[in-house]
């Protein structure tokens, strides 16, 4: 977990997103690994399509957060 800003993010690799566990939105990260905060989804929000697209193992960074139930 990395912390920006005192905010605790979650790098989701898979997605190239950062998840703020607190605020529960999701922020695409740059080239240097840094949260777009003027791009950030509601995590409730975010597409089918891009929670498809994550990996088991970040599927697993969310269980393990209470963020995240398998369907």
């Given at each position: 977990?990395?912390?920006y800003?005192?905010?605790?993010?979650?790098?989701?690799?898979?997605?190239?997103?950062?998840?703020?566990?607190?605020?529960?939105?999701?922020?695409p990260?740059?080239?240097?690994?840094?949260?777009?905060?003027?791009s950030?989804?509601?995590?409730?929000?975010?597409?089918?399509?891009?929670?498809?697209?994550?990996?088991?193992?970040?599927?697993?960074?969310?269980?393990?957060?209470?963020?995240?139930?398998?369907?």
């Amino acid at each position: 977990m990395k912390k920006y800003w005192n905010a605790p993010l979650v790098n989701l690799k898979s997605v190239g997103s950062l998840l703020d566990i607190e605020d529960k939105v999701v922020y695409p990260s740059d080239t240097l690994g840094y949260p777009d905060l003027e791009s950030g989804t509601p995590l409730v929000e975010v597409t089918d399509e891009w929670a498809f697209s994550l990996s088991e193992k970040d599927k697993m960074k969310l269980e393990k957060l209470n963020l995240l139930e398998r369907w």
